[in-house]
């Protein structure tokens, strides 16, 4: 696929009884009691620094990670100023489990850097990376040819402000990986995906905390901000990471195996989807996804649960307001086996785009669920759509949700050959509240505002 491939000299990484139930809730089951609300989430844009902060010090790095020679660059040769490109210090170390120290400065870079070594680390004290102008391959190759036992990279900026100019900022391949603290300066503004991890054996584990890619990428291109490769095998944490502007997925953590868990974060104006999550127990948690602005990215959903069974999205807000297109601020892919959604919010402004949607299956495996969606909050201004959309599933259940639609013609709850149940819900929108085609719900406790209230009422 091309976001995960090589560009220039690195080539190809590895083996690189169905009764319609109506629109409406039976007068005789419909309650008074509403449900409790959602917790609330700050609706303000996050704000990053993604220049300042404390550089790691290395003494500590050495410690926790257990390496046996801690290198200075600049000792090596390594020219801080940016005159001599830094490539040549790295050659001149012989010898394995290495951490490299890069003192402060601004260290230029002209070709790819793969150290062959099984256990690697580098560390930035205040250290910026710069690739040459028109630079457009990877830049930091770790664990390539072969995988490594062990990668560290932490407190490192990389400069791409000069005009087509780029790359791969990081690629790390190994047991186990450490990133953190990593930060791109500049538009993406070459047709290449930027950080790529994968752990490559069953029992090794990943973390990537605060990457920070503020700036994104042209939306003529088709690029993604981080991405989990082919090779994954391991479990992956995503933390606090803050990805802005790509038009081909902000984080795309398609894993082939092992479990990726998303912890955190600002994911603002991606195209495809802010989080793409494909993983057996993957979690999604604590995210906030915004979409305010036209980038150029086709279908701009906020998470999508693109595969896998057992998956958890929790206390997540996810926000629509100005989008090109977009299947809804979660959306459950049709391959996907069976999930939880609990405590988020989900707004939408944009017309005709649902806030949950679950697509239809023709897996009877991936069918049957149970796909479980519990205190849950649904706003917005959005036209047209429905604040839930689900076809073609059984075992649904619907529990503690408050929709309301101020738009016109907008549907609560829209299904279409489903089974389940939906209690604890209060739905105030200016169309159908439920719009059950060829279903079976079960409804307990549910109550409905007026139709021509605007969707006003409160939960």
Known sequence: MDRRRFIGGLGAAFSVGLAGCGDRADPTTTHTTRPAKTPTHTVDEWTYDPVT???????????????????????LGADPSGDRPLGDAFDAHDGDDTLFVLPEGRYRVDRSIVPELESVGIVGEGATIVPTEGFSDTLFGLGYPDPARKIVVDGLTFDYRAPATGGRPVLAMGDHITARDLTVLGEEDVNQDLFRFDVTSADGQGTVERIRLPDGAPANTKVTGI????????????????????????????????????????????????VRV??????????????????GGDNMRGIRLRAGANVLVENCLVELVDVTTSDGAIALSSELASATVRNCELRVDADDVNALRVKSSNSPTAREGPFVFENITVSGTAAGGAGVNVADRRNCTFRDVCIRGAGASRNGISADNVH??????????????????????????????????GGTETC
């Open 53 to 75: 902060g404390t550089p790691p010090d290395p003494g500590t790095v050495a410690d926790d990670h257990d390496f046996s020679t801690v290198v200075d660059v600049t000792d």
């Open 278 to 295: 494909e993983s057996d127990g993957g979690i999604v948690r604590n995210v906030h996804v915004r979409c305010d602005a036209d980038v």
């Open 420 to 453: 389940g149940v939906v209690e604890n819900a209060h739905i105030s929108v200016t169309g159908r509240a439920l719009a059950f085609e060829n279903s079976t719900i079960q409804r307990r406790n549910v109550t409905v505002g007026r139709s021509n209230d």
């Open 227 to 274: 991405e989990v490769g082919d090779d994954n095998r391991g479990d992956i944490d995503f933390v606090d990471c803050y990805v802005d502007g790509f038009p081909d997925n902000g984080l795309y953590a398609d894993a082939p195996a092992g479990r990726v868990r998303v912890e955190g974060g600002f994911y603002r104006n991606n195209g495809i989807a802010g």
